[in-house]
């Protein structure tokens, strides 16, 4: 499985981007995805994750610091997944990576150890 995240970009404080990770080769609709991001010098932290249940229920968590902002979403028929990002502030700056795993439980899927796959990452700088 291959990720290619994308969007990436330079900002002023308040704007928005919206970010698209794409997966292909053997991925399936039940993938469980998520967004974290990576600022210099510190872990990377958990943001956004979409995790599919048995029938059509997709559940949803954010970090605390990005609910009401930010927006996850994703396109089965395209294989990708969106991070929505809007109100950015400067503090949001970091490297996005896009992580999946076809077996991470819902309870876990804050860990970045949850996830086997992982994209290579796109910078969002905002300005304040």
């Known amino acids: 499985v291959q990720l290619v995240e994308s969007g990436g970009a330079l900002v002023q404080a308040g704007g928005s981007l919206r970010l698209s990770c794409t997966a292909s080769g053997r991925t399936s609709n039940s993938f469980t995805m998520a967004w974290f991001r990576q600022a210099p010098g510190k872990e990377r932290e958990f943001v956004s994750g979409i995790n599919w249940s048995a029938g059509t229920t997709n559940y949803l968590d954010y970090e605390d610091s990005v609910k009401g902002r930010f927006t996850i979403s994703r396109d089965n028929a395209k294989d990708t997944v969106y991070l929505q990002m809007n109100f950015l502030k400067s503090e949001d700056t970091a490297f996005y990576y896009c992580?999946?795993?076809?077996?991470?439980?819902?309870?876990?899927?804050?860990?970045?150890?949850?996830?086997?796959?992982w994209g290579q990452g796109t910078q969002v700088t905002v300005s304040s």
């Open positions: 992580a999946a795993d076809p077996a991470a439980l819902y309870a876990a899927l804050r860990r970045p150890s949850e996830y086997e796959y």
